[in-house]
Structures are given as C-alpha cells and as structure tokens.
C-alpha cells in the first residue's frame, strides 16, 4: 500500500497502479478520453492532467499526465490546481476545434462521454470559428453508424479493435489533425465484436444502427438488468425499452463474466421481440375466432391436460423456473428434455465432469489470466464469442509475464508493453476439423476428425500422468506433438483446458477432461471450460429430466397422448418426419412460445410466453453460475412467463404444492428445497418484498420524459404506473435514488456521468468488482471423484459412398433467437456444405456446385464450399441455418453416388 496526498488530502492506496485509475476508485471526477480500464493507458488525448509536486514544500509543480503516472508512495498532487484546469479546458478545446456541436441530432446525446468531459472541464463556449474539417462517412454494415466529423482522435476505436478484439479491417489513417478512423473502403466490418465500438468510442463516431431505427434518448429508456440469452456464457446486458419496443442491448458490467464488453450477437440479436412474428394473444384453434382471451385459454388449456395423458416437453432456452413448474405440473416421470439426443448425452456428461471432476471452471476474467490454454473441438468464436475474446487476452500473459515485468513496466502501459511484447504469444493449441479465427494466434494447430482429436487429447493426458489411458497406434507426428502440448502445460503457471459439445463427439469432452485431470494430479492450478448449446442448457442439465426420443416413444406407443411443449420448436431438436409423426399421434398439442414456428402452427393451443426483456427468471451459464434477469416493462396480462402461465394452471388443477406458491419467491424456494444443489439460487437476487429505505428501485431514469402523455390516446387522466410483483424494481421513475445491489443495477448513472463510463462510479476499485461483489452465485464445484476415461477412439476410417458430416458453426445463423432480427438476418451465410478438396475432386465437384446427399432419410442439396483442413471423409454442414432441415450431427451422410476412398493421412500441422 501507499500513501498519496490529493490537494492535501491524504488516501491509501495500492502503489504501482495507475494514478488516474486510482483517482477515479476514489471518487475523484478527472476527465480522461484515451484511457480504458479494459485496455489501459496510452497518453494520447492530454485530457487528464494534474499537478505533481516534489513533496510538502513543492508549490510549483509540474503538470503531468495521470493516466501516465504510477502511484507511489507519499505523492502529492491537485487536480483543483487553476494550471491544471485551466490545461484541461484548453486540452478540451482543441479536442473540440473540428467538433461539429451537433449534440441536438447526434446519437450519442445524453449518453455521451465527451458531453461529460466538456461539462467538467469548463468549456462551454466554441472559441473556433473558421471553416471545420469535414470527412465522407463510411458504410460499415447492419450494425453501426459512422460519423467521422465528431471524431477527437483519442485512439479507442482501434486499439480496441485491432489489439484487443483482433480485428484487421478497421484502421487509423492520415495523420496529424487529418486522422481517419475507417475501414480502407466501405463495407462490413468483420469481427464479432465490432458492436462494443459503440460504447468504446467516447463520442458520437460509432453508434448503434439498430437503435436509430426506433431512437430514444438515454434518459427515455425504460431499463432493467439482463442476461444474454444467445449462448451459454452468461454476459449480462441492460435491456432499454420505449413506448412497449425493445430499443437497444447496452453492456452491464459484470467483473467475472463479460466486463466491458459484448458480441455482436448478445448486442444486436434482441430485436426478435418486436418481430412481427410474436405471439401476443392466446390460440385455441378448436375455438372461432382462434385468438381468444386469458381466461378462456386457460380452461381450455387445463381441460386437455385433465382429460389427457400428458408428458411436458422443457427447453434449453426457457427459464429455470419455467422449466420446473413444468416438471411439477405433469410429474418427473413425465418431464422430458426438449434437445437432441447427441446435446442431452453431452450436456449431461459436461455436467458430470464439472460436478464429479477435480478441477475448477474459471470465470471470463481468470480465462484471461490463463498462460497456456489447449481447445478441442470448438470453434469459440462461432459458439462462445466472449470466451474467445478471453483466450485472445490470454496469450499475451506468458510474453508479458516473462519480458515485461522484468523491464519494470506497468502492466497498464499499454503502448510500451506492446511494443515491448511485438508479436510474441504464450502458448495456445487449437484442435478442430476445420479453421478458426484463433488459428492465427496459435502455437499450434491440429486439423482432423472429432476422433482423432479425442486421440491427440487422450495422448497428451498420457504423456502428463501415466495413468492416464494410452493411445494406441498414434502416429509418431502425433505423438511428438502431444508431446510439446503435454510439455507447454506442465510449464504453465496457469493452464487451461476447453472443449465442449460443438464437435458433437463424447470422446472429445472426456479426452479434455482427462487432460485437465492428469494435470491436477500433477498439483498444477488448471481450470477446464466446457462450452454448452444454450444459454439454460446446463440449468435444464441440471433439474434432471428424460430425453426427446423418450417422449415420441410414450405417445407413439400410446403411454401419453397429450404434451405441453415450453418455449421450443421441435423441428429444430429432431428430423421433420419423426416431428411430424409425433404431433400428428398427438391429441392435444399446448404449446408456449414467444415467436410462432414451425411447432406452434400445429398446436391446438398456443399460450404466449414473454421472452426475456417481459419476463423475470434464472438461467445457469456454462460455469454453474445462476444468474437473474428482471422483466423490463410492463405488458399486457395476456403475455405472461410462462412459469405463470403454468403454474395457473396448475392452481386451476386443484395441484396442493402449485396452490399454496403465491409469488415468484415461492418458486425460487421450492426449488432451493427441492434440489440442494439449487440452493444458491436464492441469492441471485433481492427477494421481491426488498426495499431501501422503504423505496423500490426505479427502473426509468430521474429525467424520464412523457409519462403523462404516453396513454393520451386512451386517456387524459394518468393511470396509476403499474406495480411489479415479481421484483423489488419499480416501473416508474420514483424510487431510491443511491445505488442498488450489484444485481439488480438498471443502469449505470451518478451525477456528472451520463455514458457508460459511470461504471467506475459503482466499483470497489476500478476495473475490478462491483461494489458488494458481481452478480451471479456459483453452484457447481468439483468433488474430485471423477476418474480417468478410458473410452479412447479407434482411428477415422471413411467410409465408401458417404460423408460423415460434421456440425459448423456460425455467430450469425446458429442461434435459434437471434436469426429474426433483421439486422443479423444480413450476417447469416447462405446454406452450404464444406468438403475436402480432394475428396470434391474424386467427386469431380467445383466450389459451388450442388451436392445431394441424404441423412436419416432427409434429402439434402447445398452448395458446395472447398476446405483444406476438414479430413478427408468427412464434410461439414451448419448447424441451425434458416432453411436447412434439422439433422442430428455428426452422422453418416449417404451420397447419391459412389466413391471408393482411398487411405489419406489425418493430420496437418
């Protein structure tokens, strides 16, 4: 610790961090531009300027920059001293010299950073009044919106991009007072994470395309805390909401998870609530007309189950407690998982593995932390985009750890430490069958079939603990290679292993698993990431339930004759043919669901379940941490959750455990009692008779606007706000106004910061947790009971006349939800097959051309698109896209001609 003297006033504080960074933990407000918690300090912008003086009899100074300065002890600066102010106005006016003042129309108003810091430092008047530089703005796709005039050149937007995300075709060009930051020509920018330049940049240069659609001032939103619900990691988001619209996705800060950032999926993928698509009445379609009225709805609901034998169908996207409530109503010998087969055995293993292994799944945050990370058989940034912006953090800590520390420099300077890093990476090793974005940061690559990579997986563990199973018949390439991978994570201070269920290959998680096993054996402090299809997925893994085929074979056998289907659409879970058999046998079909598909257009009754900006509930990412989402804005009772949909049922049922729940804390508790690993569950938020100082806490802003006349349609008398039952969180602008527990955070304000840069505002220190810790509880920890594997593959063998497909993976089109919002519709491949290059010679076919092939009797024709990597006998077909028939990958595809295969070798590196 130190001690530091701040315009007389003595602090203690941790020395060598960041002087600015310290300032701002202390609740200091220094204005600041090119510094970010997330990415450090580079003194570009000259915004933050303080005095320092030599010691107590020092009353000159010098003025430095404290984004620049290293806290030690016994320091002594001002920020109130009249140079240093006065540097900063004038600092801020040259930043402004081009600016076009254009806050009345600009995006970014009332939300913005550069307001802010213009506020703070005095400048209120332009003092510029000759002719403005003015640049050609740029098309940079769906997402965002460029205005280059309003730039201040403070750097963030490509070192965001290109150093941290890994981007390559955003750029700084020019240069003195001539900078451009753009791509090199109009077009869409590339990376998958391009969406955060909206909150990066500290002005309106970036801004969010899909909010200026249907745009509301900040102050003007409706907002409640959030968790993404497009992948299994958990990120949590604010949800900002208008006049019963859905404006726009913004980051909320989570120090363990996500941090400061989003995908462009978790960003943009939000706008299928205002699809045209939803279901906003009830349907009984033995009833004219269809739509029809709550109460109606329910009767007839709860006469098909009375008079049915009925089994309930849950879902990987649905809710925890909706989940439940359905397993209470139809009973746990009827409660069936609504995924694949493949995805339940594979859930259910990752689960095991957590549960009974003996290593710990790290947070986001220590997956950055990581000095030598092996992934096998996933393509994170398709299936687990922040994970893999994790991993691209991670590669940089051995080089930083072994040449920067010893040069004396901060960890958070960030200009000296890249350049004294230049290119050099720590290890990383990617094993998958076809290429990554990882792949150009990696130590090694190993493309080849699911099986071999469990091989190489399974060798490696071998070679750290010989306990471990060996592999027999690996070539000798192989053999050296999981040697130097075994080598590199001995060497590691911080290894990590990740997998998961992309592959579709068992073999491959218990290859991981043994991995990461072998090495805690050898007391090393590994960790192990297992990635999972959806965002609840190991949540519903973890209420226990039967698989899919199970339930077709109840009601095609005649065990059951009715089924309640929960927010899913079954066509994308099993072949169209085995779907439509099992609802046409089907005597009653209830379906709830927030956007109709293919499965609610053959319901008998649909109710309309309200997706997660309208609904309260806990999902469970892919670590075992529960996590709650809050209900943004009212809606109409005909829209419900739809565990309340259920559980009304259940209390018109006359069900005795059902009747006596008289809220959503009822529900959390009989879960919590239910299921003692659930327990925790209970914590993930305030119970929903919380208040401070008598007060709910508000989810509109202080400056909200047009309240009174929002309903002046209907009404020129305001009706009563209504009241949440659900949640300690009010709909109106009333309530405690100081700042609320970390999860239950709507957005991020204090007086002077109106961006998203009053995150600072709400930490324990800066960059680090929220104050009274991040959101989310921990369930899953290891019990160290697992043992070895000892299920080692034989070697891939093509087979003559068909193509073993395998599952691709894309961040825009594999993710069910977030392929109906339009702006993500025009990120979406078109369908096509990826084959060996060889093997599309035998088959004499060109990049393009049509390949027909069936898989369980479903025909397929897609176009076919050459790879290099993919092993030979084998062919790779998205998984999820519009349009595409569901197959359950991977799986033996039949070709409408015959080949005869000849051996290959099966790996490249």
């Known amino acids: 610790m130190a001690t530091i003297y701040i315009d007389n006033k003595p602090y203690d504080v941790q020395a060598g961090n960041n002087l600015l960074e310290t300032c701002l933990t202390l609740g200091k407000d220094l204005p600041y531009f090119c510094w970010h918690p997330a990415m450090g300090s580079i003194g570009a912008c000259r915004q933050c300027a303080v005095k320092v003086y030599k010691d107590e009899n020092d009353t000159k100074g010098k003025l430095f920059m404290s984004c620049m300065e290293q806290v030690r002890d016994g320091m002594r600066i001002s920020i109130a001293d009249m140079e240093a102010k006065e540097f900063r106005a004038h600092i801020i006016g040259w930043l402004m010299t081009n600016?076009?003042?254009?806050?009345?129309?600009?995006?970014?108003?009332?939300?913005?950073h550069l307001q802010d810091m213009t506020v703070?430092?005095?400048?209120?008047?332009?003092q510029y009044s000759?002719?403005?530089?003015?640049?050609?703005?740029?098309?940079?796709g769906p997402f965002l919106n460029h205005e280059m005039n309003r730039c201040i050149q403070c750097y963030r937007c490509v070192r965001y991009y290109k150093d941290y995300a890994g981007g390559k075709d955003l750029d700084v060009f020019a240069a003195h007072n001539h900078l451009y930051f753009g791509r090199a020509e109009d077009g869409?920018?590339?990376?998958?994470?391009?969406?955060?330049?909206?909150?990066?940049?500290?002005?309106?240069?970036?801004?969010?395309?899909?909010?200026?659609?249907h745009y509301t001032r900040k102050w003007d939103l409706t907002s409640a805390p959030s968790v993404c619900h497009h992948c299994s990691i958990g990120c949590n988001t604010i949800a900002g909401e208008r006049y019963g619209t859905l404006r726009n996705i913004t980051n909320?800060?989570?120090?363990?998870?996500?941090?400061?950032f989003l995908c462009d999926r978790g960003r943009f993928g939000y706008e299928f609530?205002?699809?045209?698509?939803?279901?906003?009445?009830?349907?009984?379609?033995?009833?004219?007309?269809e739509a029809t009225e709550k109460y109606p709805a329910l009767e007839a609901a709860t006469s098909a189950i009375r008079t049915g034998r009925v089994i309930g169908i849950g879902s990987p996207r649905a809710s925890l407690e909706s989940n439940y409530v359905l397993k209470k109503l139809v009973g746990e010998d009827n409660f069936y998982h609504g995924v694949s087969d493949v995805d339940h055995d594979l859930v259910d293993l990752a689960l095991h593995i957590l549960r009974d292994g003996s290593v710990r799944t790290p947070s986001l945050r220590e997956v950055e932390k990581a000095d030598a990370v092996f992934i096998l058989g996933e393509d994170l940034t398709n299936t687990a985009p922040m994970l893999a912006l994790a991993v691209r953090q991670s590669v940089r800590q051995q080089p930083m750890l072994e040449h920067v520390s010893k040069a004396n420099i901060p960890l958070w300077q960030d200009a000296a430490v890249r350049g004294l890093v230049q290119t050099d990476k720590g290890p990383l090793v990617v094993?998958?069958?076809t290429p990554t974005k990882l792949d150009e940061l990696a130590t090694y690559t190993f493309f080849d079939s699911p099986d071999a990579i469990a091989r190489l997986g399974f060798a490696v563990a071998n070679v750290i603990n010989e306990e471990s199973p060996e592999v027999r018949g690996i070539s000798e390439d192989d053999q050296a290679l999981a040697q130097q991978i075994a080598e590199a994570l001995m060497r590691a201070q911080n290894p990590l292993i990740i997998s998961g269920t992309s592959s579709g290959s068992e073999r491959v998680l218990k290859a991981a698993a043994n991995i990461a096993h072998a090495l805690k054996a050898k007391e090393k402090p590994v960790g192990i990431s297992l990635v999972v299809p959806e965002c609840n997925s190991m949540g519903l893994a973890m209420l226990g339930g039967h698989k899919l085929e199970s339930a077709f074979e109840a009601v095609l056998n005649g065990y059951a004759d009715t089924v309640i289907i929960l927010e899913n659409d079954l066509y994308r879970r099993a072949s169209t043919a085995t779907i439509d058999q099992f609802l046409k046998n089907c005597k009653q079909v209830i379906a709830l669901d927030y956007l109709h598909n293919l499965t609610t257009e053959k319901a008998n009754i649909v109710l309309p379940a309200a997706p997660f900006s309208e609904a309260d509930g806990i999902l469970i990412n892919n670590e075992g941490r529960a996590q709650r989402f809050f209900q943004v804005h009212p809606v109409p009772e005909e829209i419900q959750e739809s565990w309340h949909w259920l559980a009304e049922v259940g209390t018109v049922m006359g069900d005795e455990e059902i009747s006596s729940w008289h809220g959503y804390d009822d529900i959390i508790k009989a879960i919590a009692k239910e299921y003692p690993e659930l327990e925790g569950i209970q914590r993930t938020a305030p119970p929903t008779d919380f208040r401070i100082a008598g007060q709910r806490i508000p989810r509109a802003p202080h400056r909200f606007s047009g309240r009174t006349s929002m309903l002046a349609r209907v009404t020129v008398h305001e009706p009563k706000p209504a009241e949440d039952p659900d949640s300690p969180l009010s709909y109106t602008m009333e309530g405690y106004r100081g700042q609320p527990p970390s999860s239950m955070i709507p957005f991020f304000w204090a007086p002077g910061w109106n961006s998203n840069q009053a995150t600072n505002k709400y930490q324990e220190e800066v960059g680090g947790q929220l104050k009274g810790g991040d959101p989310g509880v921990r369930l899953i920890?290891?019990?160290?009971?697992?043992?070895?594997?000892?299920?080692?593959?034989?070697?891939?063998?093509p087979l003559e006349g068909h193509l073993y497909m395998l599952p691709l993976h894309h961040t825009f089109g594999s993710e069910e939800m977030s392929n109906h919002s339009p702006s993500i519709m025009q990120r979406i491949p078109e369908p096509y097959v990826a084959i060996n290059a060889a093997d599309a010679i035998r088959l004499k076919l060109d990049e393009g051309q049509l390949l027909s092939f069936s898989i369980e009797g479903q025909i397929y024709q897609l176009p076919v698109r050459l790879s290099q990597t993919i092993p030979s006998g084998t062919a790779g077909m998205p998984n999820g896209l519009p349009g595409v028939p569901f197959a359950e990958l991977p799986a033996w595809a039949i070709l409408n001609r015959d080949i005869k295969w000849k051996q290959q070798p099966q790996t490249t590196f």
Request: proline share 6%; hydrophobic share 30%.
């Open 431 to 433: 094993a998958h069958y």
């Open 781 to 797: 920890e290891p019990t160290g009971n697992l043992l070895f594997s000892t299920a080692v593959p034989q070697k891939f063998f």
């Open 252 to 260: 909320r800060y989570n120090g363990e998870i996500n941090g400061y």
């Open 130 to 140: 000759f002719q403005k530089r003015t640049y050609r703005n740029q098309y940079l």
């Open 99 to 112: 600016h076009p003042h254009d806050c009345a129309v600009c995006d970014e108003g009332g939300a913005c």
């Open 120 to 126: 703070m430092t005095g400048h209120n008047y332009r």
């Open 188 to 213: 869409v920018l590339e990376s998958e994470f391009s969406g955060n330049l909206a909150e990066v940049c500290p002005t309106g240069v970036f801004t969010d395309k899909t909010l200026k659609q």
């Open 273 to 289: 609530v205002n699809s045209a698509g939803r279901i906003r009445k009830p349907l009984v379609r033995s009833k004219l007309p």
